[in-house]
């Protein structure tokens, strides 16, 4: 820290500028500069005489150029913010400055947001930045904006530039002041929460409004406003980053959660003429669930002062807490509420779809004499689909395991597990390799080429979108039959049973007699819902590739929906940090992207089609 803006201070922050470098410096009394790269705006608070307002200087940091200091300190602050100014308007022929400031302590009945701005004309950025306030929503709270003349940013005491240097340099000086509704009158204290959702939304109407001062003012021409944000990040980022994927790396949720008994209580199930539920046992827990929560709420994710890359640290440490709780609540009633938590419920409308599917394939197509493929021919055809994926990620490194311990097929970190019985019909093998290889695999190796780990860790509920992926993957490679689109629809009316306190012995009576399936598929099905204590994960399938469609339809593309382990909703956050250039573009691609044959099935999507056109 400094203990005065000195001449040569000041020197030392425009040159870096005018070079193309970041600035990141600490100001007297504890303020801060702190400008990402060269950019034609700066946003700036002065904390009040004698009264630091922390809370409110909070705002600026999610901006990509800021200074945070004190009124007794405009003598000092003046010129730097006048050489910062002038330097940046010549190189973009434009400038803007927006201060943020609080209303008088003796107002009475103040607007939430204030604007301040030119007395004279409303330039548009004005009425932009009123526009985006005025969409501000905030639950009991009205948001109410007024406008008023920037007049005493111009005077003394306030002043930091004069009116005749601003117009002579192309500046444009805004006010927003802003109603401290996220602090207690009587007693000072913070409601976080509160403070957390609006400094995101100002900071995004912020970066609107800049976006449209710079786009018609000055030379720079920024592709998206979220272009505007930092694009620089530090070091506590990474390091939580990297906390929480230690976190969830030790444990394996989907392993810990399938029984290792499958074929032995099979047996008993059918000994006892399925009228006793089966009893499952499970892989020993590898951890302490209540160490590692206490570890998991260590982690100072309110250091970060990124809004975006908070939101999502915090979304993930919500999800592992979650998971803890279920793998501490294993093979207990208690388990299934968790499970409702983390993956949802079926709600009537996902219902009335899969009861619609099972209705239009009443009988099962091809479950009876189907040629089943040899588990080691599968797993060699799977190794070269790997092997296709490898020649365009050099660090892809993946293989396919044959585990007597495995039900099925299971992808864990990037590898591909299939249980040494394992009956997979020949006629599913490309479209299975699709959804696991193609999908599930590519989609961890391509967030692990990313710098942020929960691209290929998974962000929370990101398994309905890549269950959605992974089976319209079947579909565009011709694996997608009736049967497999029934044992889906099956497991979205099990788990909704199930929600519904139906037992296992119940569950799979209804889909034995009711729907039809075969006295193994049955049992698979319902194992997958029942197991841990009941599993509502099986749903996401289903519901994921309603929803896929649905999000195709409406013209957006499948691509940028690869680029590692995520949700649907998390779509506009992943552009964000890719207009930051904090994420990076996606290195692989499934085969069905490349394959010209199957580009009419792509348009068909965009067109827009329904579950029951993919019968």
């Given at each position: 820290?400094?203990?005065?803006?000195?001449?040569?201070?000041?020197?030392?922050?425009?040159?870096?500028?005018?070079?193309?470098?970041?600035?990141?410096?600490?100001?007297?009394?504890?303020?801060?500069?702190?400008?990402?790269?060269?950019?034609?705006?700066?946003?700036?608070?002065?904390?009040?005489?004698?009264?630091?307002?922390?809370?409110?200087?909070?705002?600026?940091?999610?901006?990509?150029?800021?200074?945070?200091?004190?009124?007794?300190?405009?003598?000092?602050?003046?010129?730097?913010?006048?050489?910062?100014?002038?330097?940046?308007?010549?190189?973009?022929?434009?400038?803007?400055?927006?201060?943020?400031?609080?209303?008088?302590?003796?107002?009475?009945?103040?607007?939430?947001?204030?604007?301040?701005?030119?007395?004279?004309?409303?330039?548009?950025?004005?009425?932009?930045?009123?526009?985006?306030?005025?969409?501000?929503?905030?639950?009991?709270?009205?948001?109410?904006?007024?406008?008023?003349?920037?007049?005493?940013?111009?005077?003394?005491?306030?002043?930091?530039?004069?009116?005749?240097?601003?117009?002579?340099?192309?500046?444009?000086?805004?006010?927003?002041?802003?109603?401290?509704?996220?602090?207690?009158?009587?007693?000072?204290?913070?409601?976080?929460?509160?403070?957390?959702?609006?400094?995101?939304?100002?900071?995004?109407?912020?970066?609107?409004?800049?976006?449209?001062?710079?786009?018609?003012?000055?030379?720079?021409?920024?592709?998206?406003?979220?272009?505007?944000?930092?694009?620089?990040?530090?070091?506590?980022?990474?390091?939580?980053?990297?906390?929480?994927?230690?976190?969830?790396?030790?444990?394996?949720?989907?392993?810990?959660?399938?029984?290792?008994?499958?074929?032995?209580?099979?047996?008993?199930?059918?000994?006892?003429?399925?009228?006793?539920?089966?009893?499952?046992?499970?892989?020993?827990?590898?951890?302490?669930?209540?160490?590692?929560?206490?570890?998991?709420?260590?982690?100072?994710?309110?250091?970060?002062?990124?809004?975006?890359?908070?939101?999502?640290?915090?979304?993930?440490?919500?999800?592992?807490?979650?998971?803890?709780?279920?793998?501490?609540?294993?093979?207990?009633?208690?388990?299934?509420?968790?499970?409702?938590?983390?993956?949802?419920?079926?709600?009537?409308?996902?219902?009335?779809?899969?009861?619609?599917?099972?209705?239009?394939?009443?009988?099962?197509?091809?479950?009876?004499?189907?040629?089943?493929?040899?588990?080691?021919?599968?797993?060699?055809?799977?190794?070269?689909?790997?092997?296709?994926?490898?020649?365009?990620?050099?660090?892809?490194?993946?293989?396919?395991?044959?585990?007597?311990?495995?039900?099925?097929?299971?992808?864990?970190?990037?590898?591909?597990?299939?249980?040494?019985?394992?009956?997979?019909?020949r006629h599913r093998a490309e479209a299975l390799i699709q959804h696991e290889v193609g999908t599930h695999i590519l989609t961890y190796f391509n967030g692990k080429a990313q710098p942020l780990r929960q691209l290929y860790?998974?962000?929370?509920?990101?398994?309905?979108?890549?269950?959605?992926?992974?089976?319209?993957?079947?579909?565009?490679?011709?694996?997608?039959?009736?049967?497999?689109?029934?044992?889906?629809?099956?497991?979205?009316?099990?788990?909704?049973?199930?929600?519904?306190?139906?037992?296992?012995?119940?569950?799979?009576?209804?889909?034995?007699?009711?729907?039809?399936?075969?006295?193994?598929?049955?049992?698979?099905?319902?194992?997958?819902?029942?197991?841990?204590?009941?599993?509502?994960?099986?749903?996401?399938?289903?519901?994921?590739?309603?929803?896929?469609?649905?999000?195709?339809?409406?013209?957006?593309?499948?691509?940028?929906?690869?680029?590692?382990?995520?949700?649907?909703?998390?779509?506009?956050?992943?552009?964000?940090?890719?207009?930051?250039?904090?994420?990076?573009?996606?290195?692989?691609?499934?085969?069905?992207?490349?394959?010209?044959?199957?580009?009419?099935?792509?348009?068909?999507?965009?067109?827009?089609?329904?579950?029951?056109?993919?019968?």
């Open positions: 820290m400094i203990e005065s803006i000195t001449d040569s201070f000041i020197t030392k922050i425009t040159r870096s500028l005018t070079r193309g470098k970041q600035v990141h410096r600490r100001l007297p009394q504890g303020g801060l500069i702190y400008i990402d790269r060269p950019l034609p705006f700066l946003v700036l608070f002065r904390h009040p005489s004698g009264q630091p307002d922390h809370p409110t200087a909070d705002f600026l940091k999610a901006n990509a150029s800021y200074i945070i200091s004190h009124q007794e300190r405009t003598e000092e602050l003046r010129p730097l913010v006048q050489s910062i100014a002038k330097a940046m308007a010549d190189k973009f022929g434009a400038f803007m400055i927006i201060e943020l400031l609080a209303p008088p302590a003796d107002a009475a009945d103040v607007p939430l947001f204030k604007v301040l701005g030119p007395e004279k004309q409303l330039p548009t950025s004005t009425k932009t930045i009123v526009q985006e306030l005025q969409s501000i929503k905030l639950s009991t709270i009205h948001t109410s904006v007024a406008t008023d003349s920037n007049a005493p940013l111009l005077q003394e005491p306030l002043c930091l530039m004069p009116e005749e240097e601003l117009k002579k340099h192309a500046i444009l000086m805004l006010g927003l002041q802003l109603k401290p509704i996220y602090k207690n009158a009587a007693t000072g204290k913070i409601y976080p929460l509160l403070l957390r959702n609006l400094r995101e939304q100002v900071a995004n109407a912020i970066k609107k409004t800049v976006f449209d001062f710079i786009s018609v003012q000055t030379t720079h021409h920024p592709v998206h406003f979220q272009a505007l944000g930092r694009q620089a990040v530090n070091r506590v980022v990474w390091r939580i980053d990297k906390q929480l994927t230690s976190i969830s790396d030790q444990f394996q949720f989907l392993l810990l959660v399938t029984p290792v008994n499958n074929n032995n209580a099979w047996a008993e199930f059918k000994k006892a003429k399925y009228k006793q539920a089966p009893i499952f046992h499970y892989r020993l827990m590898p951890i302490d669930a209540d160490q590692l929560k206490r570890k998991l709420y260590n982690i100072s994710i309110e250091k970060v002062d990124d809004p975006t890359l908070g939101y999502l640290f915090r979304d993930k440490r919500h999800e592992l807490d979650k998971m803890l709780t279920m793998l501490s609540d294993r093979n207990t009633p208690d388990f299934l509420y968790s499970s409702m938590q983390l993956y949802g419920t079926v709600d009537e409308q996902l219902l009335k779809i899969a009861e619609g599917i099972l209705a239009a394939i009443p009988e099962p197509v091809r479950e009876k004499d189907v040629e089943l493929i040899p588990v080691a021919e599968f797993a060699a055809q799977a190794e070269r689909e790997i092997a296709f994926l490898k020649d365009q990620y050099r660090a892809l490194d993946s293989g396919v395991d044959v585990r007597d311990d495995i039900v099925g097929l299971i992808v864990s970190e990037g590898r591909l597990n299939v249980g040494t019985d394992a009956k997979i019909p860790m998974g962000s929370p509920g990101y398994e309905e979108l890549q269950e959605g992926l992974a089976v319209l993957s079947e579909w565009l490679v011709g694996g997608l039959d009736h049967d497999r689109l029934r044992i889906l629809a099956a497991r979205v009316v099990a788990v909704y049973h199930l929600t519904k306190g139906c037992s296992f012995t119940d569950n799979f009576s209804r889909l034995k007699e009711e729907y039809n399936f075969s006295d193994e598929t049955a049992w698979d099905v319902t194992m997958r819902v029942h197991r841990g204590g009941g599993l509502t994960k099986d749903a996401v399938y289903l519901r994921g590739l309603v929803h896929l469609l649905s999000y195709l339809k409406e013209g957006h593309e499948l691509e940028p929906l690869l680029i590692g382990k995520i949700r649907q909703d998390y779509i506009p956050i992943v552009q964000e940090l890719i207009y930051r250039n904090v994420l990076r573009p996606v290195p692989i691609k499934p085969r069905y992207l490349l394959d010209d044959s199957i580009k009419p099935k792509l348009e068909q999507l965009k067109a827009g089609i329904s579950v029951f056109n993919l019968l």
